[in-house]
């Protein structure tokens, strides 16, 4: 049976969360603002038509906003979430395998599918289901590879007469698409590769298609050769239904305001220490080397800088928050400086185990390993119900160095208070 993959995804998705709730901003122009509300990381199509760049500091184009009346939105994570859940969980009513690719992304699996419906015919149903029950506007596109997906769902977005479904199982059509695309377009082929990629005459998706993939292989990489032969329709790239486990963990944030005291910063690396715990647990898996990193900014040349990291390996494999906490803690008050402006902390966790799979501690008791997992997954299982917060000590009560979210949205989803009230 011939592979056949159709890649769903979200149009515009962090600012399309956000009008939402908004109707007002329908036809208004929304751009989302990265952590600390420093640079533009999402845009709506009409943010997109006035020029501006992904990236660009907002102190940059503040004549543009006002100029405009672009309406900016701190980034509300736990909404996006909510909603990328939300799409997500209608994809998989509608497919027997997805693979959810990113938080607006997912790969289906319509291998087969073709002897009940067509292919078009299914993925027209499954964007007017998702635009309907989500209010999410998608993009789907259909092709025999994983990357001529990707070509797929380039042109239904950039297309409007294909109605946000582009169907590429026929290889003529595949072709005439190639020929329209940049190779820097194509999936998996960045910057630097379509550089070198134009200086060998390589300009477009069909140019590299119809290049031979074994002298390209040796100057470039097995990656590349991969995506020459996915453009010609060789399937390389399996689906995915059940995500890599990651192999390490990072919760770090910039500051919204410098830290120069010692219990703030301290209250911080806490803070992402549980946070780091909790998405280890979510992982199921334990960790056995901790890092704690912090630092000065480095854009105001009068600040002294300072930078420093430590880590250190435990003697068993953990996902406690208060043994992590504890480590985390030793690590902190030994890089700790006094005299310095920090503009960033930040947590790593590494060197994953399977539970069971290690050495365990001779001199620690099955009882202390089984009473501590219980207690993170009653921990866990009231922070995610939505009904109450359980937080460790060390976190602080009123933490003053929380990243700056001066335009942040209700969490319109996920808190009864903030749901939208009609009157």
């Known amino acids: 049976m ?12 962090y600012a399309s969360c956000e009008k939402l709730f908004r109707p007002d901003l329908k036809y208004k122009p929304v751009a989302v603002l990265s952590n600390n509300d420093g640079c533009i990381v999402a845009r709506s199509k009409e943010v997109k038509a006035l020029g501006i760049k992904m990236g660009v500091p907002v102190f940059k184009i503040r004549d543009e906003i006002e100029k405009h009346g672009i309406v900016c939105f701190s980034s509300n994570y736990a909404l996006y979430a909510d909603l990328s859940n939300r799409v997500m969980t209608l994809l998989e009513e509608e497919a027997p395998r997805v693979e959810v690719y990113s938080i607006d992304e997912a790969f289906m699996d319509l291998s087969g599918i073709e002897t009940a419906i067509d292919y078009e015919a299914f993925a027209r149903r499954v964007k007017h289901k998702i635009d309907t029950w989500t209010g999410i506007t998608v993009g789907i596109g259909i092709a025999p590879t994983k990357t001529l997906a990707k070509l797929a769902n380039h042109a239904a977005k950039k297309y409007t007469a294909t109605g946000g479904v582009v169907d ?60 020459i032969r996915e453009l010609n329709g060789v399937s390389c790239l399996e689906l995915e239904s059940v995500a890599p486990t990651k192999k390490q963990i990072v919760c770090s944030r ?37 890092q704690v990193f912090i630092r000065t900014g480095v854009f105001n040349p009068n600040d002294p800088r300072y930078s420093n990291s430590l880590s250190v390996e435990l003697p068993n494999p953990t996902d406690d928050t208060r043994d ?56 866990d299982r009231i922070n995610h119900s939505g009904l109450g917060n359980v937080f460790f000590a060390a976190q602080g009560t009123t933490p003053q160095w929380s990243m700056k979210r001066d335009h942040l949205s209700p969490a319109y989803t996920t808190r009864w208070e903030d749901l939208p009230r009609v009157r």
């Open 254 to 290: 910039s500051f919204g305001n410098r830290i120069t005291d010692k219990a703030e910063l301290r209250e911080a690396i806490a803070k992402y220490t549980t946070r780091a715990a909790e998405k280890l647990r979510g992982e199921k898996r334990l960790a056995r080397v901790v």
């Open 2 to 13: 011939s592979t056949v993959f159709a890649l769903v995804d979200c149009n515009n998705f």
């Open 168 to 227: 590429l199982m026929n290889a003529e059509r595949q072709r005439k698409l190639m020929a329209l695309v940049e190779v820097g377009d194509v999936w998996g082929v960045g910057r630097r590769i379509s550089e070198k990629l134009r200086a060998l005459g390589i300009y477009t998706a069909l140019d590299l298609a119809d290049s031979d993939p074994k002298s390209l292989r040796s100057e470039f990489s097995v990656v590349l050769e991969r995506t």
């Open 324 to 379: 992590l906490l504890e480590a985390t803690d030793v690590l902190f008050r030994r890089i700790f400086k006094a005299g310095f402006r920090y503009a960033k902390a930040g947590v790593m966790l590494s060197d994953f185990y399977e539970h069971g799979t290690f050495q365990a501690d001779l001199f620690r008791s099955n009882a202390q390993r089984d009473n501590a997992k219980h207690l993170m997954e009653v921990v």
